[in-house]
C-alpha cells in the first residue's frame, strides 16, 4: 500500500532526477560539445560563464518546483490504515467518540456529500410509490 509520504516522497525522486538529467544536458553539451560530437558540427569552446549561469537557473527551477510539489502534496488528504466502523449502525469512532460516516467524511476530507436513494432502498421504505429507472 503507497502512504502519502511514499507518494511525496516518489514524485520528489523523479522531479529530483528530471532536473538531473536536464543538468546533465547543459553540462555535457558544452564539456562533450554534442553538435559536433554527434552531428560533426564545427568545434565550439566551453564556455564556463553560460555553463554556470544555465545550471544556476536549473537548480532554482528544481528547487522551485520540488518546493512546490512538496507543498501542494502536504495538502492532499488521504484515507489512511483501519477505520473502525461499526457493522450495524456504520457510525465511526474516532478518538473514543463515534460519528456518523457522514460527519467523519467531512471531517478528515475535503470531499462534499450528497444524499439520494438507492433503487432497493426506495422499493424497501416507499413501497407504494413508482420505482421508475431514473
Not at 532536473?19 to 552531428?39: A, K, N, Q, R, S
Request: charged share 20%.
Amino acid at each position: 500500500m503507497i502512504t502519502k509520504r511514499k507518494l511525496i516522497s516518489h514524485l520528489a525522486e523523479f522531479q529530483f532526477m528530471g532536473y538531473l538529467i536536464l543538468m546533465f544536458l547543459i553540462v555535457g553539451d558544452e564539456v562533450y560539445d554534442f553538435p559536433h560530437t554527434v552531428f560533426n558540427q564545427m568545434a565550439t569552446p566551453i564556455n564556463w560563464a553560460e555553463v554556470a549561469i544555465e545550471a544556476g537557473y536549473i537548480l532554482v527551477l528544481g528547487l522551485l518546483s520540488i518546493g512546490s510539489t512538496y507543498l501542494l502534496m502536504r495538502r492532499v488528504r488521504f484515507f489512511e490504515g483501519y477505520v473502525p466502523i461499526c457493522s450495524y449502525c456504520k457510525k465511526i469512532r474516532d478518538d473514543q467518540r463515534w460519528m456518523s460516516l457522514e460527519e467523519y467524511v467531512t471531517n478528515h476530507s475535503e470531499a462534499m456529500l450528497s444524499h439520494g436513494i438507492c433503487p432497493d432502498c426506495k422499493k424497501e421504505h416507499f413501497p407504494g410509490i413508482s420505482h421508475s429507472s431514473q
